[in-house]
């Protein structure tokens, strides 16, 4: 018990002495951690139009890193995260969305699913339903020992 | 009939492959230009072969002209270039050259090596006026109307074709 | 110069010959009843198999003596390749990989040849005739416009090396993984195909074919997981599912092929739903050559895709429009005919995996809009737009709530006719636990987020069902705790493996709810002696080592990493310029635990000697993949089942 006292002790210890005497903080990467993540939030959402099939955030291409800039340099300026997109479809068009818009060529792309997923369950409990009020001659019988 | 809803994955699958049959004429890497039908982005840049001078994009109005976008690290442009410096010879439009993300040197060197089609050439050394351009591969070519509009964009190097096709045409349209 | 290009390539052509004959004759035989010609099909998949086998070794010869007379060999392959990686390189272009996928398709149906010996003659013959005939297809698609043979003159001296990025162990056995998964769902579709035409469509078809499916699934399973991993430790960015449309290719199969594989349970135990279970089967295999065309047809963007040609997209939609096109045909013809099995009640284990189907059917068609949308909107001229990971994320989620409620509620519904309110009585425990489970995660993680909870609900809820489950099995009302494991004993294989599978998938869920919502990432500038401390981890920069390869140079980060005091991990993340390419690759350096994965990865140098250095902590992100291999794991317990080992003719 004292032993495993003493030794806790010498661990914290020395845990607080390295944290203390050690090693630097090493220095955040970028001047603005908190503007450097929305900037990744919104390129990680813009596709790389060099290599197509990577984020900006992700892609090392020129351009890529050229648009990381423009994005950190509007977010300073405070423009909102709707006007930054604003100036990438002005000049790259819809397709340096990987979030595509909602419009009406779209409708059916966001829609889609859920209305797919409606008419699935609806038309099985449709099917299912008629099925259980058609007469028991339209089934086989039941083996007498099958039901698990 | 009861049979007949045991053809909707058949009709369904019908129309899918029409669209793949479709989609393999078309290419999914182009990016098609927002552009197109619009003023073109303003710029105030300063010449290549004179740095104190300044081009704008107003300067230019009230002329159809062409905008190539290239670099002295463009592989591709080198492949381009005979036929630009060709095609200028023709006077059929100015041709303005944007010097892409390049040193002014090395780009003067280049266009001293390869022949200068331009009628001058501006330097836009951080790449931000091509972005605004929408440009993401050297390299690119717009054509711009006497109200400033832009009205076609060729990505990639310009061939003959597209000179004879696209081009001639559409800057005889303009002109009127 | 050796011949063994040519004798590979010579062997192509007599296996499309074989081929030819596999698909025709003992499907001739099958219909007017000679059994000469029927009697053709085993050998005929055997000799089919030692021909293909025998190309694939040349191929692979070819790549191990630097045969670069060889164009395929030349364009994926160099002398400094490792041997692995030259081996590898066989699978790592269109051509090869089309061998690869003949190949797997040839073992496929050689294992069915094998072990079908208790199946009629006419079914066997059908079954390997219509294998037969999509080898035909694929051997025709690779002799006509993807040669993998094709000789290179004058042979370079050296060759281009295979991309750096596939240099990977994962590489190795990613590709025969996943095509041992997606070429397997060919087996569910011959025996449905086989079923249609034979008219025998029942509950034993549905017990024969169950097997052959489940085990598809499973290499399809670990092949996805495989892929997915192999991104996460090589691509350098941390992420592992980009929903990339090569991936979504594999992904829909697997969906169908899971739906598939519950709707065989369906029809075996009751006879009912046939004509969906087989459209099913035709569906998943149908998927698995859709799939095919998208990757290397050109028709989609993706970073997966093979050098593309116009001419071989067309061949590819061609053969798709054929096989898939004429099973539809088929299908339509012949399903109406089928009855209706045993009765069942709207509310019963029936009607909830057959829910479970349509759901599974929703998304893998779900991802397929998504995939699809931009061609069909560039194709009707209205523009060009991209669907990405933000789409299919908000999409794909919600539809896998519902899914994974019927998966707590399926197993413990009864057979037949199931009631409600008992139901729900008997589930009350686990839906306590689960949200009880779920918030004091959430508390215990740091923080209780909406979404997350959400995400933890699901996980919990089918662990909590299947511990139900097992409890009502162990432990009935009125048994004895003596009985309990007697009672645990006598479960049957195939019911544990859905109990593993389905914790499988608990641990799946759980392990991308954690990672999505609790992972950490700072990005510091390090000189060397600077440290970081990240969730109680410690990282100190020692600066960095330049290193070689065996074909490529690099410079390796020094990091220790140690927690609260205690002992000093080495981390060397690097980035690598290989050679011949000269690409520069980042490798992360990746600490894996059962808890949680240590992420670093080496930036650019930056002014005054220090590095941009990328610190991660992932928690429970290997739960991610080891949830599939317990769903894999689950898949061979259930195949392992006493049934399957029974020799035929015994009762039971």
């Known amino acids: 018990m004292a032993k495993w006292f003493v030794r806790t002790f010498l661990v914290a210890i020395l845990g607080c002495s390295m944290g203390i005497a050690g090693a630097n903080e090493a220095a955040p990467a970028s001047a603005d951690p908190a503007l450097e993540a929305r900037m990744m939030a919104i ?16 892609s090392h291409a020129e351009l890529a890193v050229d648009l990381r800039a423009q994005v950190r340099e509007m977010l300073q300026a405070g423009k909102t995260d709707q006007q930054i997109t604003e100036y990438m ?30 008419i699935g369950l609806g038309a099985l409990f449709v099917v299912l339903r008629r099925r259980s009020r058609l007469a028991a001659d339209q089934f086989e019988p039941e083996d007498p020992d099958s039901i698990a | 009939m009861k049979s007949l809803k045991f053809l909707i994955p058949m009709g369904i699958f019908l129309v899918l492959v029409l669209f793949l049959g479709a989609g393999l004429k078309l290419d999914p890497k182009e990016v098609p230009s927002p552009l197109i039908g619009k003023p073109a982005p303003t710029f105030a840049l300063a010449r290549l072969d004179d740095p104190t001078q300044t081009i704008r994009r107003d300067d230019l109005l009230g002329q159809v002209w062409m905008l190539n976008v290239w670099a002295s690290w463009c592989v591709a442009c080198r492949e381009e270039h005979p036929l630009l410096v060709e095609f200028a010879k023709s006077k059929t439009l100015p041709i303005y050259g944007l010097n892409y993300k390049d040193q002014p040197a090395a780009g003067q060197k280049w266009l001293s090596d390869f022949g200068n089609p331009y009628q001058a050439s501006l330097s836009d050394r951080d790449g931000r006026v091509g972005i605004d351009f929408g440009v993401y591969g050297v390299p690119e070519t717009f054509i711009i109307d006497r109200q400033g509009v832009v009205r076609f964009k060729q990505i990639g190097p310009i061939t003959p074709e597209v000179i004879r096709t696209k081009i001639e045409p559409l800057v005889r349209q303009l002109n009127g | 110069m050796t011949l063994i290009p040519e004798m590979g390539h010579f062997a192509l052509w007599l296996a499309l010959g074989v081929a030819l004959v596999l698909g025709v004759l003992p499907m001739a035989g099958a219909a007017t009843g000679r059994s000469d010609w029927m009697g053709l099909a085993r050998p005929g998949a055997y000799t089919l198999f030692v021909l293909v086998a025998f190309a694939f070794a040349c191929l692979v010869a070819s790549f191990v003596r630097h045969d670069f007379s060889v164009l395929y060999v030349a364009s994926n392959s160099n002398t400094a390749l490792p041997l692995q990686y030259r081996i590898a390189g066989v699978w790592g272009g269109h051509e090869g990989s089309l061998l690869l996928w003949v190949q797997m398709l040839c073992l496929w149906t050689v294992a069915v040849a094998a072990f079908s010996r208790h199946l009629p003659e006419a079914v066997v013959a059908r079954i390997l005739a219509v294998m037969g005939l999509v080898s035909v297809g694929f051997l025709l698609f690779m002799l006509l416009t993807s040669n993998p043979f094709d000789r290179l003159f004058p042979a370079p001296p050296d060759g281009r090396d295979l991309n750096p990025l596939l240099q990977d162990p994962g590489m190795v056995i990613h590709p025969p993984m996943l095509y041992m998964g997606y070429v397997g769902f060919s087996v569910a579709f011959a025996f ?3 079923a249609l035409l034979g008219g025998n469509l029942d509950s034993t078809w549905a017990r024969w074919t169950r097997p052959w499916t489940t085990v598809a699934w499973m290499f399809l399973t670990i092949g996805i997981a495989l892929g997915s991993s192999w991104a996460y430790y090589e691509l350098g960015w941390g992420g592992w599912w980009f929903w990339d449309p090569v991936e979504n290719a594999s992904l829909m199969p697997w969906l169908l092929g899971t739906a598939l594989i519950h709707s065989l349970a369906v029809t075996e135990k009751r006879n009912s739903f046939k004509s969906w279970t087989v459209l099913l089967a035709i569906l998943a295999f149908s998927f698995s050559l859709l799939g095919t065309f998208l990757v290397r047809s050109g028709v989609l963007s993706s970073v997966h895709a093979f050098a593309t040609d116009p001419r071989r997209g067309l061949f590819i939609l061609a053969f798709l429009t054929v096989v898939v096109g004429s099973s539809f045909a088929l299908y339509a013809w012949r399903a109406p005919t089928v009855g209706l099995g045993k009765r069942f009640a709207l509310w019963s284990k029936e009607s909830a995996l057959l829910g479970n189907n349509v759901l599974l059917l929703v998304a893998a068609l779900a991802v397929l809009l998504g995939t699809l949308y931009p061609l069909v909107l560039d194709a009707l001229g209205m ?5 990405g990971p933000p789409y299919f994320d908000a999409v794909f989620m919600p539809l896998m709530a519902p899914t994974v409620f019927l998966m707590g509620v399926g197993p413990l519904a009864r057979w037949k006719e199931t009631d409600l309110p008992t139901l729900a009585l008997r589930l009350r425990w686990a839906a306590v636990v689960t949200v009880l489970a779920s918030l004091g995660t959430g508390w215990l993680a740091g923080e209780v987020r909406l979404v997350s909870t959400l995400g933890l609900v699901m996980a919990f809820w089918i662990a909590a069902s299947v511990a139900t489950d097992l409890w009502e099995r162990v432990h009935p009302a009125g048994a004895e705790w003596a009985d309990a494991g007697n009672r645990l004993r006598q479960i049957p294989r195939a019911l544990v493996g859905m109990m593993v599978a ?46 070689q390869g065996p074909n ?20 060397r993340p690097e980035k690598r310029i290989y050679r011949v390419q000269q690409n520069p690759m980042t490798e992360a350096a990746i600490d894996a635990g059962v808890t949680r994965d240590l992420y670093v990865s080496l930036g650019e140098k930056v002014e005054g000697g220090a590095w941009i250095v990328r610190v991660y902590v992932k928690p429970f992100i290997d739960w991610i993949w080891g949830g599939c291999l317990l769903m894999a794991l689950g898949g061979l317990l259930a195949v392992t089942d006493r049934r399957y080992r029974r020799k035929p003719g015994v009762a039971g």
């Not at chain 3, 523009?383 to 669907?387: L, R, Y």
Request: with cysteine.
């Open chain 3, 192 to 194: 449905a195909i086989a």
């Open chain 3, 552 to 571: 490529y140079v690099a410079v390796q980060g020094q990091m220790l990493v140690s927690r609260d005091g205690g002992a000093a991990l080495e981390m």
């Open chain 3, 383 to 387: 523009g060009k737009i991209s669907v």
């Open chain 1, 43 to 58: 390129s990680s959402e813009l596709r790389c139009l060099v290599c197509q099939n990577q984020t900006i955030a992700d």
């Open chain 1, 89 to 118: 479809t002005a000049r790259y068009g819809d397709f340096v969305l990987y979030r595509p818009p909602f419009k009406p060529a779209t409708a059916l792309l966001w829609i889609g699913p859920a209305a797919m997923v409606l």
């Open chain 3, 502 to 547: 389905h914790l499988g998938i608990a641990a799946f869920c759980f392990g991308v709810v954690m990672v999505k919502s609790y992972e950490v990432e700072r990005d510091v500038k390090m000189s060397v002696g600077d440290s970081t401390t990240v969730r109680g981890y410690t990282f100190s920069f020692n600066g960095v080592k330049e290193l």
